[in-house]
Antibody
Framework: QVQLQESGPGLVKPSETLSLTCTVS????????WSWIRQPPGKGLEWIGY???????QYNPSLKSRVTISVDSSKNQFSLMLTSVTAADTAVYYC????????????????????WGKGTTVTVSS | DIVVTQSPLSLPVTPGEPASISCRSS???????????LDWYLQKPGQSPQVLIY???NRASGVPDRFSGSGSGTDFTLKISRVEAEDVGVYYC????????FGQGTKLEIK
């Protein structure tokens, strides 16, 4: 079955750019939406954004000015960049695949986060 | 922005007893297509979250039938008919009508 693995630096300095990659194994990145979610220490979940394998994106409005999500189909990977980080960006970062459900009578599908990676901890500190 | 509020935030339950978690949104999650855009996720201790329910009441693949979701508009409920020890963790509801927003989480523990 499909598995996701986050990777990237565990420590980032304030004002610098956080960069993470999610590698998809056991399945193709094609035909799906892919998402990033984060969880600050001891706190709840925050959705960051998602990307379709074709490249279309949607971001959390509160992070939109600092976030870029990209996809590399040749490597079966997608990535997250978060600029100008502060201590508030310290969190466990998860990547996820959005499963889809066909909606009866409609051409659109419904997407939900069906497969998650194990998460990677990123600390912002000098 | 749609705000999602869960209650209670802590839920001690005796094994075998039912449990119920409430989720309320600041505006209706009913899409123009007639579907209501609300999911439930469970994060077990030390694990990544996993989907339980999508589109308000659809159980995800592999989810035991003791879990059920219901609701409409702005009021939603996740019910566990008989709690088992493996159900401990933090339950989150999430709206996906506009962007995506999680509730604060409800921590279920065994008495």
């Amino acid at each position: 079955q499909v598995q996701l693995q986050e990777s990237g630096p565990g420590l980032v300095k304030p004002s610098e750019t956080l960069s993470l990659t999610c590698t998809v194994s056991g399945g193709s990145i094609s035909s799906y939406y892919w998402s990033w979610i984060r969880q600050p220490p001891g706190k709840g979940l925050e959705w960051i954004g998602y990307i379709h394998y074709s490249g279309s994106t949607q971001y959390n409005p509160s992070l939109k000015s600092r976030v870029t999500i990209s996809v590399d189909s040749s490597k079966n990977q997608f990535s997250l960049m978060l600029t100008s980080v502060t201590a508030a960006d310290t969190a466990v970062y998860y990547c996820a695949r959005l499963n889809y459900e066909t909606l009866a009578g409609y051409s659109n599908n419904y997407h939900y986060m069906g497969v998650w990676g194990k998460g990677t901890t990123v600390t912002v500190s000098s | 922005d749609i705000v999602v509020t869960q209650s209670p935030l802590s839920l001690p339950v005796t094994p075998g007893e039912p449990a119920s978690i409430s989720c309320r949104s600041s505006q209706s999650l009913l899409h123009s297509n007639g579907y209501t855009y609300l999911d439930w996720y469970l994060q077990k201790p030390g694990q990544s979250p996993q989907v339980l329910i999508y589109l308000t009441s659809n159980r995800a693949s592999g989810v035991p039938d003791r879990f059920s979701g219901s609701g409409s508009g702005t009021d939603f409920t996740l019910k566990i008919s008989r709690v088992e020890a493996e159900d401990v963790g933090v339950y989150y509801c999430m709206q996906s009508l506009q962007s995506r927003t999680f509730g604060q989480g409800t921590k279920l523990e065994i008495k």
